[in-house]
C-alpha cells in the first residue's frame, strides 16, 4: 500500500489542523493505521493509531483530549484533527500501515509499520 500524507502547516498556538493520509493499492481495510513524529533532533514518535475497524483509538498522553483520529474506508483515508495545538506539537508528522496483528509491543511501536508516508511538516507558532 502507498501512503500520501498532506495538511500540515503554520499555525498559531492553540489553532487546529486536519492531516490527511491517502492510500492506495490494497483496500485499507486490510491495514491498522497511525501517525507518528518526529521533531528536530529527536527519535520519531507515536502520536495516535485507529484499529482496523475503526473502533478502537490510542494516543499518546501528550495529545490526548486534543486530536483525533478516523479513518474512513470508503475513501481509502487516515486523518488527524489536532486542536489546542501547542508549540512542542511542532514535527514532521508521518502516517504508517500495518497488516500485521499487534505484537508485543502494540500499536505504539514504530517496527510494528511496514508502511510508511512521506511527511508532512507541522510547525506551531507560539
Known amino acids: 500500500v502507498q501512503l500520501q500524507a498532506s495538511g500540515g502547516g503554520l499555525v498559531q498556538a492553540g489553532g487546529s489542523l486536519r492531516l490527511s493520509c491517502a492510500t492506495s493499492?490494497?483496500?485499507?481495510?486490510?491495514?491498522?493505521p497511525a501517525w507518528f513524529r518526529q521533531a528536530p533532533g529527536k527519535e520519531r514518535e507515536f502520536v495516535a493509531a485507529?484499529?482496523?475497524?475503526?473502533?478502537?483509538?490510542y494516543y499518546t498522553s501528550s495529545v490526548k483530549g486534543r486530536f483525533t483520529i478516523s479513518r474512513d474506508n470508503a475513501k481509502n483515508t487516515v486523518y488527524l484533527q489536532m486542536n489546542s495545538l501547542k508549540p512542542e506539537d511542532t514535527a514532521v508528522y508521518y502516517c504508517?500501515?500495518?497488516?500485521?496483528?499487534?505484537?508485543?509491543?502494540?500499536?505504539?511501536?514504530?517496527?510494528?509499520?511496514?508502511?510508511w508516508g512521506q511527511g508532512t511538516l507541522v510547525t506551531v507558532s507560539s
Open positions: 504508517a500501515a500495518t497488516n500485521r496483528p499487534y505484537g508485543s509491543n502494540g500499536y505504539s511501536d514504530k517496527t510494528q509499520y511496514n508502511y
Open positions: 493499492g490494497r483496500p485499507f481495510s486490510q491495514y491498522a
Open positions: 485507529v484499529s482496523w475497524s475503526g473502533t478502537s483509538t
